[in-house]
């Protein structure tokens, strides 16, 4: 821009950069101390759900390099939104019932204590980066649909198809098995008896990841992204971009995300649960079990139980505090998470409430 064009750059926009002068935007960059700041009192930690290994071990090596805690955990998930086989999150990720794939991530910044999310984000794979710039860039925290589209775009977000052959082909099998419910059904001969009757067979696909870290100057962030369950309703949002539900984060306390069955996250404001157990005393692992524990304890649908009462899906917690300690506990035993302690980058067995039989 020569110096007369800047010029009148500076005088037509002049108004606009003195409200933005007046009321700065708080980057998370900005919020890092620089450089040559007081050295690192805290050693780096990394926690995601069980699909997350690729995502700690790049939110670690950015950690290493003092990057904020949301920068180096956005960064992680990113590596499985982008791959097209991981069928959860992301591109590839399973779609809704009219093959769609619709997404939704939240974001939460421990040290401005600040959150983006978007739901039923449609053509976008990276929807943790929308949910981002939501936080970034808007007054608000939460954008939904076509609206949660047109940011995106406007912020220079590339659309593309999700839906991978793959997907397409899964989604294609689920609807043919479904005749008990609708028109369409498997290749079948004329005498077989047996097609669609597999309804309550189909295991529901849940997916996402959850990904928490603790930086080098002791703060905390946290992502969730998810394709969310598997064949939903068109616009049915989850647990994933519900600040509280499916992820929350105190400076103070601690950061805890869950993967599973969203709705009951929605109905217990679950990582909430486990942070404030945490404000209490609880260890990681303590905190996560309280929160499987309390969705028992509040489950009174029949339809949801198994025979013998329990909870017949699961659901994942995973958190971290402000000393570096961890825990991940699920309603169910099998489950695992991702930790990496600067040292290691492993799999780890996740308390649970119920050994499967
Ligand atoms: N927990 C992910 C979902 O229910 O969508």
């Known amino acids: 821009m020569g110096n007369l064009k800047r010029r009148d750059f500076l005088k037509t926009t002049g108004a606009a950069l003195a409200a933005t002068a007046a009321q700065p935007l708080l980057r998370v960059k900005e919020a890092l101390p620089p450089l040559h700041a007081a050295p690192p009192v805290r050693q780096p930690i990394v926690i995601a759900s069980g699909n997350g290994l690729r995502a700690t071990e790049k939110a670690m090596q950015l950690l290493m390099q003092r990057s904020d805690a949301l920068d180096a955990v ?55 980066l929308v ?22 775009r406007a912020h220079g977000f590339q659309e593309m198809n999700l839906l991978t ?3 397409r082909k899964i989604w294609l099998e689920w609807k043919e098995a479904m005749s008990t419910k609708d028109d369409w059904l498997q290749p079948h001969s004329l005498d077989d008896r047996s097609v ?18 603790l930086d080098l100057q002791g703060n905390l962030s946290g992502v969730t992204t998810t394709s969310g369950l598997a064949f939903k309703i068109a616009g049915r949002v989850g647990d994933s971009p519900i600040i509280g539900a499916g992820l929350y984060v105190d400076n103070e306390v601690g950061a805890a995300g869950s993967t599973g ?19 209490a005393g609880k260890s990681p692992e303590e905190a996560c079990l309280a929160a499987c524990r309390r969705i028992v304890d509040n489950l009174k649908e029949a339809r949801l139980k198994n025979d013998d009462g329990t909870p017949a899906f699961n659901v994942n917690f995973y958190a971290i505090n402000t000393k570096g300690e961890y825990g991940g506990a699920a309603i169910w035993s099998g489950s695992k998470f991702a930790l990496h302690d600067g040292k290691e980058n492993r799999l780890l067995e996740c308390a649970y409430l119920y050994k499967k039989k």
């Open 165 to 167: 052959e793959k997907s």
């Open 74 to 128: 956005v960064a992680g998930v990113n590596i499985i939104e982008d791959d097209p086989d991981d069928i959860t999150v992301g591109y590839g990720g399973l779609p809704n019932e009219d093959g769609v794939v619709e997404l939704d991530s939240s974001v939460m910044h421990g040290p401005s204590h600040r959150a983006g999310a978007v739901a039923a984000l449609q053509k976008i794979k990276n929807p943790s």
């Open 131 to 152: 949910a981002r710039t939501v936080m970034e860039r808007s007054d608000h925290v939460l954008l939904v649909g076509k609206g949660a589209l047109r940011f995106a």
């Open 196 to 213: 669609g009757a597999q309804l309550r067979e189909y295991a529901r696909h849940y997916g996402t990841i959850n990904c928490d870290a």
């Open 261 to 279: 069955r969203g709705e009951s996250n929605l109905v217990n404001c679950s990582s909430v649960i486990v942070v404030e157990a945490m404000r």
